[in-house]
């Protein structure tokens, strides 16, 4: 009913910068809050960033001053800039979020994630 389609990661030197996208599709009535995870191998799926409809944002301690959410409300999209990225950073990245669907029902959909390898 609801697809969340992700791009932009990939392979990327330490200090450099990527941004992601993700795109919410599909029976959609309204989206709340959209947020971006992060797993690392061995690791525990963690928040790395979360903003709320109205634009409020919270991010990981391990982030903040370094990373970037945003969104766009029309286009259903939200997006992750991910500026000094460190080897610590890589990990499959997955978006999230809040949708109401057409029949108001509310779900909490997952993109497929996305790649993302910081080499030293």
């Known amino acids: 009913q609801v697809q969340l389609v992700e791009s932009g990661g990939g392979l990327v030197q330490a200090g450099g910068s990527l941004r992601l996208s993700c795109a919410a599709s599909?029976?959609?009535?309204?989206?709340?809050?959209m947020g971006w995870y992060r797993q690392a191998p061995g690791k525990q799926r963690e928040m790395v960033a979360i903003?709320?409809?109205?634009?409020?944002?919270n991010y990981a301690d391990s982030v903040k001053g370094r990373f970037t959410i945003s969104r766009d409300n029309a286009q259903n999209t939200v997006y992750l800039q991910m500026n000094s990225l460190k080897p610590g950073d890589t990990a499959v990245y997955y978006c999230?979020?809040?949708?109401?669907?057409?029949?108001?029902?509310?779900?909490?959909?997952w993109g497929q994630g996305t790649q993302i390898t910081v080499s030293s």
């Open positions: 599909g029976s959609i009535f309204s989206v709340n809050d």
């Open positions: 999230s979020a809040g949708v109401v669907l057409t029949s108001r029902s509310i779900i909490n959909a």
């Open positions: 903003i709320r409809i109205g634009g409020n944002a």
